[in-house]
């Protein structure tokens, strides 16, 4: 916040509710749980448009959980974001 970022979810949720860093990221944590729930219950579909947009719905906090799940494998990505991303991306697999 010192160099101008924007208060990240635990920092809001700690000035919010007025807790510690470990019980905001527990919060938090049961924030993404129950909402997967809701997303994943709610995956019947009716028509093609509509399973494709579920589809995409689904995917987009896949791909955030898997940069953010461990801290910040986006804009200090690590060796292993890294090969996961060759390794789906690049690599060729055997069918």
Avoid at 19 to 33: G, N, P
Wanted: one cysteine or more; charged letters at 30%; glycine letters at 6%.
């Amino acid at each position: 916040m010192e160099r101008g970022d924007v208060p990240k979810s635990i920092q809001c949720c700690m000035n919010e509710r007025g807790v510690s860093e470990a019980a905001a990221r527990e919060v938090i944590k049961e924030l993404i749980m129950d909402n997967w729930r809701v997303i994943n219950g709610d995956r019947a579909c009716s028509s093609s448009f509509e399973e494709y947009f579920k589809s995409v719905a689904i995917n987009v906090p896949r791909t955030s959980l898997f940069f953010y799940h461990h801290g910040d494998g986006y804009s200090k990505s690590d060796e292993e974001t890294r090969d996961h991303i060759i390794s789906l991306l690049l690599q060729p697999f055997k069918i």
